[in-house]
Nanobody, 125 residues
Framework: QVQLVESGGGLVQAGGSLRLSCRASGRTVSGSAMGWFRQVPGRDREFVAVISWNGGSTSYADSAKGRFTISRDNAKTTVYLQLNSLRPEDTAVYYC??????????????????WGQGTQVTVSS
């Protein structure tokens, strides 16, 4: 089993920045792609960003390109999501997830088998 714990969320004004962290414990995730998703009430969870097991490949949702950056430190078993130029529409609960059974950079939530509890990001206008 893998436990994922997100942190770093909070309230920020539009144009501001936050850095989300996701710390893994339990079984190693060093061989897993790690992704970030977000969800607002009443809507489906949506893909934000993913990084491959070795950090060599990344992929972003169109809404995140140029503003968000995903990175990982396998030694610290931590994945990060740097959020810059935040907009009110970025307000959501952000979830970290691990895809232990698939190669590459999966974008669909169905490929992820471990999830964190989420961290709230609120962007005020």
């Amino acid at each position: 089993q893998v436990q994922l714990v997100e942190s770093g969320g909070g309230l920020v004004q539009a144009g501001g920045s936050l850095r989300l962290s996701c710390r893994a414990s339990g079984r190693t995730v060093s061989g897993s792609a790690m992704g970030w998703f977000r969800q607002v009430p009443g809507r489906d969870r949506e893909f934000v960003a993913v990084i491959s097991w070795n950090g060599g490949s990344t992929s972003y949702a169109d809404s995140a390109k140029g503003r968000f950056t995903i990175s990982r430190d396998n030694a610290k078993t931590t994945v990060y999501l740097q959020l810059n130029s935040l907009r009110p529409e970025d307000t959501a609960v952000y979830y970290c997830a691990a895809a232990s059974r698939f190669d590459g950079v999966p974008k669909k939530s169905i490929y992820y088998d471990f999830w964190g509890q989420g961290t709230q990001v609120t962007v005020s206008s």
